[in-house]
């Protein structure tokens, strides 16, 4: 299993400002293809690199090789994720970027993890710079390194370098926890667990009266504040699923499965158009959660399944009747046939688990999961 560790360099004047120029050449390099891939509406890697190799070669000498070609890579990605989103008929512009974080290779950089110190190619010759590791990622030093991005911000360079951690070896559980994503909870689990601050929401709804409010008077200031304040949100959103996922993980038995709803295509499917409800779902982080959950479920052995997401909220986790007026309101859920009454939201868990051990039943009888089908939940 793949982990990104952030490095902080510590460079001289010098090397900062070879750093810095090679960063700015690989940008220019980016963009050019970019440029080059959107007029043509061409996304294949290697039409482009014949397309664009030998010219920049021309024109950024120093820049080596491989970090040309790297370039070219992370601009073939970006290209087919846009024309992808183009054919969707969404609006977009051609990628570009102000300051493309560099990427290397086991060719371009190398890392020394007794001295604490990396290896990496600039337009001024190869460089040592020293770094630190912060606590968190202690566990992680020594493994194998793939590839790194060297990123500048604030004022400082960074090294984000990607090892290769084994994965673990757990025997396999039979528990299986069901989680409800949702909008006004963040997640609910079939275990009872209630994820989530109510803080949270009334941040939410403070940042965005303030952007409203940036927004109408258009000053250079405000427009300053705006690009302040989304980044501000971004961070604090992700601080949020961290959180959540993190709680989720640490109170799964180790080899146990863990049933999601698969919410793909959830905001074309929605009927709100307008108003706060279609803002809530427009905000709503339920794809970056999962990916939290998954990659943290590695470590401790756990899997991590996706089921269909129909009628998680509307049928009865005792009886298995299903109808819309079950659900009598938001946090309320009521069966119309056996009268089972339940919070709506740990009722979809139980669901959302239910559904994954019946097909796990139909698909091997014999399994370890299938003999746990038989024991609904009580209310």
């Keep these: 299993m793949d982990r990104t560790i952030r490095l902080l360099l510590t460079a001289t004047p010098e090397q900062l400002q070879a750093l810095n120029q090679t960063a700015v050449q690989f940008t220019d390099c980016f963009n050019h293809v970019c440029e080059v891939g959107w007029y043509r509406q061409e996304k294949n890697g290697v039409e482009l690199h014949h397309a664009t190799y030998k010219r920049l070669r021309e024109q950024h000498p120093k820049l080596v090789a491989d970090l040309h070609i790297q370039a070219r890579v992370k601009a073939t990605e970006a290209l087919t994720s846009a024309l992808t ?19 290397y290779n086991s060719r371009t950089f190398r890392v020394n993890w007794k001295t604490a110190t990396a290896n990496l190619s600039t337009i001024a010759g190869r460089i040592e710079l020293p770094f630190s590791v912060p606590q968190y990622a202690q566990k992680y030093v020594g493994y194998p390194t793939a590839t790194a991005d060297l990123i500048y911000r604030n004022g400082r360079m960074w090294l984000h370098i990607g090892v290769d951690v084994p994965a673990p070896t757990v025997a396999p559980s039979p528990q299986v926890i069901g989680v409800d994503l949702g909008i006004n909870r963040p997640a609910v689990t079939s275990d009872a667990q209630f994820l989530g601050e109510r803080r949270w929401k009334n941040l939410e709804t403070k940042t965005f009266r303030l952007k409203r409010a940036l927004q109408s008077k258009g000053t250079k200031s405000a427009k300053r ?8 949100q971004l961070r604090r959103r992700r601080d949020h699923d961290h959180v959540i996922s993190k709680r989720i993980v640490q109170s799964t038995p180790v080899g146990a499965t863990i049933a999601l709803e698969n919410l793909k295509n959830i905001r074309g499917r929605a009927k709100q158009r307008k108003g706060k409800q279609q803002r809530r779902l427009h905000a709503w982080s339920f794809h970056q959660l999962a990916g939290f959950i998954e990659y943290k479920t590695h470590e401790r052995g756990i899997r991590v399944v996706y ?24 946090s309320v859920f009521r069966c119309k046939s056996c009268g089972f009454e339940l919070n709506a939201d740990l009722n979809g868990a139980r669901n959302v688990r239910l559904k994954f051990l019946a097909s796990v039943g139909k ?16 209310g």
């Design 363 to 378: 698909s091997d009888a014999s399994g370890s999961l299938s003999s746990d089908l038989s024991s609904q939940p009580s």
């Design 307 to 330: 089921i269909d997401p129909r009628n998680t909220s509307k049928a009865c986790s005792c009886c298995g009747h299903t109808h819309r007026s079950n659900r009598k309101s938001q």
């Design 85 to 103: 989103l183009k054919r969707k008929g969404k609006q977009v512009r051609h990628p570009c970027s102000k300051l493309c974080a560099v990427r």
């Design 225 to 232: 504040h705006l690009r302040q304040l989304k980044g501000k």
